[in-house]
């Protein structure tokens, strides 16, 4: 709409210094251009009088009496009005003509060469500052590619093309420009963590397989790499060791600023990775073989323990593969939910006992003996995944007095 306010406002600016001229009366005076003309037929005449007399052929007699006569015929003419009333126009049909013309001329030429969409498109980004900075970076991108194909060995920018799609979420487009930049520049962490990361959303954000190796492999050159611990440590999640997971961020947490967001956000992280999935700990997962099917771990060491014996309901098993994961841990009954104490079995190992102790916290300020009431809990998972899943299997006893020594039965079914 300011568009044809606009254009409106310049057309009226326009008639001001065209129609002014035209509207002004212009009078013809005819009846001044016949006198003007009797006058030269007259000098005319005269001349030729005088040559006549000069050659003898006319005598003073005559030449006088012609003369007077001429004399006569002009002094008639010019007292006589001349018959022609002077024409007064006022240039009306020129102005319905320019009035007219000059609007449906615009009309027709914007119609034909213009784009109103595009300043419909234009009124509306202006109006939103978000949508004409993305036209304008969309723009700027699409340039880009275009010069990309043009120029196929050029590293530096495939990898501001494959930055450019991540930004704007185009991910299989910068899984295809970062394929570039990764097959000119070779193994460098920014590239190969830029590629995994493109490659798991793709994936619907799953790091298994290709993002994984590159992400490990950009782990080995950069150790201290930031962006490979945080992509790492999904990794492993995902895969569900929840130990190396664990270490990982751990690590990143220490080379995060103090108290920054970031740093924040890492130990949220894990703290739900421990409250949600239970993990074997360290000294567990690098006992040998024979020690993780014994029935009771050691616990000489610790002056507080609760026994657990596990077991799955009848027709249970037989769904489950012999190597699938078996969570077993204590929480408190109120405050975190971060495990206590916790081990990890696999289904052949059922049924069997345990006994949870001090020794098996995840951390010394969250261990059993400071609590009296505990919380127990049994999962048995398909996937062995971090994060629990929706046909996981938990059994559960809510409320245990860690003062009481007798043996707690959890009978894992699939009743929830």
């Given at each position: 709409?300011?568009?044809?306010?606009?254009?409106?406002?310049?057309?009226?600016?326009?008639?001001?210094?065209?129609?002014?001229?035209?509207?002004?009366?212009?009078?013809?005076?005819?009846?001044?251009?016949?006198?003007?003309?009797?006058?030269?037929?007259?000098?005319?005449?005269?001349?030729?009088?005088?040559?006549?007399?000069?050659?003898?052929?006319?005598?003073?007699?005559?030449?006088?009496?012609?003369?007077?006569?001429?004399?006569?015929?002009?002094?008639?003419?010019?007292?006589?009005?001349?018959?022609?009333?002077?024409?007064?126009?006022?240039?009306?049909?020129?102005?319905?003509?320019?009035?007219?013309?000059?609007?449906?001329?615009?009309?027709?030429?914007?119609?034909?060469?213009?784009?109103?969409?595009?300043?419909?498109?234009?009124?509306?980004?202006?109006?939103?500052?978000?949508?004409?900075?993305?036209?304008?970076?969309?723009?700027?991108?699409?340039?880009?590619?275009?010069?990309?194909?043009?120029?196929?060995?050029?590293?530096?920018?495939?990898?501001?093309?494959?930055?450019?799609?991540?930004?704007?979420?185009?991910?299989?487009?910068?899984?295809?420009?970062?394929?570039?930049?990764?097959?000119?520049?070779?193994?460098?962490?920014?590239?190969?963590?830029?590629?995994?990361?493109?490659?798991?959303?793709?994936?619907?954000?799953?790091?298994?397989?290709?993002?994984?190796?590159?992400?490990?492999?950009?782990?080995?050159?950069?150790?201290?790499?930031?962006?490979?611990?945080?992509?790492?440590?999904?990794?492993?999640?995902?895969?569900?060791?929840?130990?190396?997971?664990?270490?990982?961020?751990?690590?990143?947490?220490?080379?995060?600023?103090?108290?920054?967001?970031?740093?924040?956000?890492?130990?949220?992280?894990?703290?739900?990775?421990?409250?949600?999935?239970?993990?074997?700990?360290?000294?567990?997962?690098?006992?040998?073989?024979?020690?993780?099917?014994?029935?009771?771990?050691?616990?000489?060491?610790?002056?507080?323990?609760?026994?657990?014996e596990v077991s799955l309901a009848p027709g249970v098993k037989n769904k489950y593969k012999a190597t699938d994961t078996v969570?077993?841990?204590?929480?408190?009954?109120?405050?975190?939910?971060?495990?206590?104490?916790?081990?990890?079995?696999?289904?052949?190992?059922?049924?069997?006992?345990?006994?949870?102790?001090?020794?098996?916290?995840?951390?010394?300020?969250?261990?059993?003996?400071?609590?009296?009431?505990?919380?127990?809990?049994?999962?048995?998972?398909?996937?062995?995944?971090?994060?629990t899943q929706p046909d996981d299997l938990i059994g559960v006893i809510e409320q245990v007095e860690l003062s009481d020594k007798?043996?707690?039965?959890?009978?894992?079914?699939?009743?929830?």
């Amino acid at each position: 709409m300011l568009f044809f306010v606009i254009v409106g406002v310049l057309i009226l600016i326009a008639f001001l210094f065209v129609l002014p001229p035209l509207w002004r009366k212009q009078t013809l005076q005819e009846a001044y251009d016949i006198d003007q003309r009797n006058i030269l037929i007259a000098q005319h005449r005269l001349q030729e009088l005088k040559d006549n007399k000069l050659k003898g052929e006319l005598t003073e007699e005559q030449y006088n009496e012609q003369l007077a006569d001429l004399e006569q015929a002009l002094s008639d003419d010019l007292d006589i009005k001349s018959q022609v009333t002077p024409v007064h126009t006022q240039g009306r049909w020129g102005i319905v003509v320019v009035v007219l013309t000059i609007p449906l001329l615009a009309s027709w030429l914007y119609a034909t060469l213009g784009n109103y969409p595009a300043v419909s498109h234009s009124a509306e980004m202006a109006a939103d500052p978000e949508k004409l900075k993305f036209a304008e970076i969309n723009k700027m991108v699409s340039r880009l590619a275009e010069k990309m194909q043009n120029n196929p060995d050029d590293a530096q920018g495939w990898l501001m093309l494959g930055r450019s799609y991540t930004a704007m979420e185009e991910f299989s487009k910068a899984v295809e420009a970062l394929a570039n930049a990764y097959r000119l520049l070779g193994d460098k962490p920014e590239v190969m963590l830029l590629y995994a990361d493109a490659l798991a959303y793709v994936n619907d954000k799953n790091l298994t397989g290709k993002p994984a190796e590159l992400v490990f492999k950009a782990l080995a050159l950069e150790p201290d790499n930031m962006n490979a611990l945080w992509l790492g440590g999904m990794a492993k999640a995902q895969q569900g060791d929840t130990v190396e997971a664990a270490k990982l961020w751990k690590k990143l947490e220490g080379l995060l600023p103090a108290g920054s967001d970031s740093q924040k956000e890492i130990q949220d992280l894990l703290s739900k990775l421990a409250a949600e999935t239970p993990q074997a700990t360290a000294q567990t997962t690098a006992q040998p073989q024979a020690q993780q099917t014994a029935k009771v771990p050691d616990s000489a060491n610790s002056t507080t323990a609760v026994k657990i014996e596990v077991s799955l309901a009848p027709g249970v098993k037989n769904k489950y593969k012999a190597t699938d994961t078996v969570f077993i841990y204590a929480q408190a009954v109120s405050g975190p939910k971060m495990p206590l104490a916790i081990v990890r079995k696999q289904v052949s190992d059922l049924p069997l006992t345990v006994s949870l102790d001090d020794t098996l916290a995840m951390m010394p300020t969250m261990k059993l003996s400071n609590f009296s009431q505990i919380r127990l809990l049994a999962r048995l998972s398909k996937s062995g995944n971090a994060i629990t899943q929706p046909d996981d299997l938990i059994g559960v006893i809510e409320q245990v007095e860690l003062s009481d020594k007798n043996t707690h039965k959890i009978v894992i079914s699939e009743h929830k």
